[in-house]
């Protein structure tokens, strides 16, 4: 099993919550790999995955299986990150500079996006 290791899944990592009929190999991962190693490779039986990438499996015959378990339970919709040595203290201070994401198919991203280009710059010019 593939999967950040998150405070609720620290059962299954030390074994005090077992699968019935089989034996754990719980890998903790950073998401971004898991995510990566499971849809480009299948690598692993159980993997943590995005609902949007999951969903864009199916057209493509994918064969996952989801199971509706939260691993993170982050809302992440809320938040914008930006380094604590950053000048930036508002979303109008990012007016002309670089803006980054790590893919369009994460929902929190685009959520994000979406705040930061109503009433602010537009993307092309952000």
């Given at each position: 099993?593939?999967?950040?290791?998150?405070?609720?899944?620290q059962?299954?990592?030390?074994?005090?919550?077992?699968?019935?009929?089989?034996?754990?190999?719980?890998?903790?991962?950073?998401v971004?790999?898991?995510f990566?190693?499971?849809?480009?490779?299948?690598?692993?039986?159980?993997?943590?995955?995005l609902?949007?990438?999951?969903?864009?499996?199916?057209g493509?015959?994918?064969?996952?299986?989801?199971?509706?378990?939260?691993?993170s339970?982050?809302?992440?919709?809320?938040?914008?990150?930006v380094?604590?040595?950053?000048?930036?203290?508002?979303?109008?201070?990012?007016?002309?500079?670089?803006v980054?994401?790590?893919?369009?198919s994460?929902?929190?991203?685009?959520?994000?996006?979406?705040?930061l280009?109503?009433?602010?710059?537009?993307?092309?010019?952000?």
């Amino acid at each position: 099993m593939a999967s950040q290791g998150y405070d609720r899944m620290q059962p299954l990592r030390d074994g005090t919550v077992r699968l019935g009929g089989a034996e754990l190999n719980f890998l903790d991962l950073p998401v971004e790999e898991t995510f990566l190693r499971m849809l480009k490779f299948g690598e692993f039986d159980i993997a943590e995955l995005l609902l949007s990438s999951y969903v864009l499996t199916l057209g493509r015959g994918a064969p996952f299986v989801a199971v509706p378990v939260f691993t993170s339970r982050a809302f992440r919709h809320s938040s914008i990150y930006v380094r604590a040595d950053s000048p930036i203290t508002d979303p109008g201070d990012l007016a002309g500079r670089t803006v980054g994401r790590s893919t369009r198919s994460q929902p929190p991203c685009g959520s994000a996006t979406c705040r930061l280009t109503q009433g602010a710059p537009r993307p092309s010019t952000a």
